[in-house]
Each structure stands twice: as structure tokens, then as C-alpha cells.
Nanobody, 124 residues
Framework: QVQLVESGGGLVQAGGSLRLSCAAS????????MGWFRQAPGKEREFVAA????????SYTDSVKGRFTISRDNAKNTVYLQMSSLKPEDTAVYYC?????????????????WGQGTQVTVSS
């Protein structure tokens, strides 16, 4: 079993920054693909970013490229999402997830474990 706990969400003005963290349990964290997803009210959960087990490969949805950066520290069993130049349309609950059988993926169904989410609200 893998437990994921997100933190770092909050209220920020448009143009501001936030850093989300996701702490993972489990001795094999360093072998998982990790991803960030988000879900806005009335919308489906969508892919935001993913990072391979080594951190050497990353993937982003187009709307966040150049503004968000995903990273991981395998020694701390933690994955991060640095968000800059935030926009009101980034408002959502952000979830981290672990895919234990994928090298890197944006497909929701490929992720095996999910955190409970952290709210990010961007005011205009």
C-alpha cells in the first residue's frame, strides 16, 4: 500500500505562486511514476504533470507548460509541484497520484494510488 498526503494549497492572487508537496509512504517510492491531477467544480479530473521514477522525464498538460514545474526528492519520498503565474482557471482541488507499473503516463486509469487532495484557489 502507498499513502499519499498533499499539502501547500491555499488562496493566492492571480500571478502569484504556490508550491504543492506530496509525501508518500512506502519503501519503493523511488520506483513509481508520480503525477499531479486537478479537478475543478463541475469538471472531470484532468492531468497536470507527471515525473518518472528518476526525475529524468517530465510531462505537462499544455495549459501549464512554462508555468508549473514538477520535481521529486526520492530521499524524502516527496514530489512537488511548483506553480507560478497562477490564473483563476487554475482553481481546483489538486491530487497527487502514484503509478506503480508505468514509467510515465498522463492517463488517469494508470494511476494506482491517490491522495485526498488540496484546494488551490486563485483570485482575479
Amino acid at each position: 500500500q502507498v499513502q499519499l498526503v498533499e499539502s501547500g494549497g491555499g488562496l493566492v492572487q492571480a500571478g502569484g505562486s504556490l508550491r504543492l508537496s506530496c509525501a508518500a509512504s512506502g519503501r519503493t517510492f523511488s520506483s513509481y511514476c508520480m503525477g499531479w491531477f486537478r479537478q475543478a467544480p463541475g469538471k472531470e479530473r484532468e492531468f497536470v504533470a507527471a515525473i518518472s521514477w528518476s526525475g529524468g522525464i517530465t510531462s505537462y498538460t499544455d495549459s501549464v507548460k512554462g508555468r508549473f514545474t514538477i520535481s521529486r526528492d526520492n530521499a524524502k519520498n516527496t514530489v512537488y509541484l511548483q506553480m507560478s503565474s497562477l490564473k483563476p482557471e487554475d482553481t481546483a482541488v489538486y491530487y497527487c497520484a502514484a503509478a506503480i507499473r508505468a514509467s510515465i503516463t498522463s492517463i488517469t486509469s494508470r494511476y494506482d494510488y491517490w491522495g485526498q487532495g488540496t484546494q488551490v484557489t486563485v483570485s482575479s
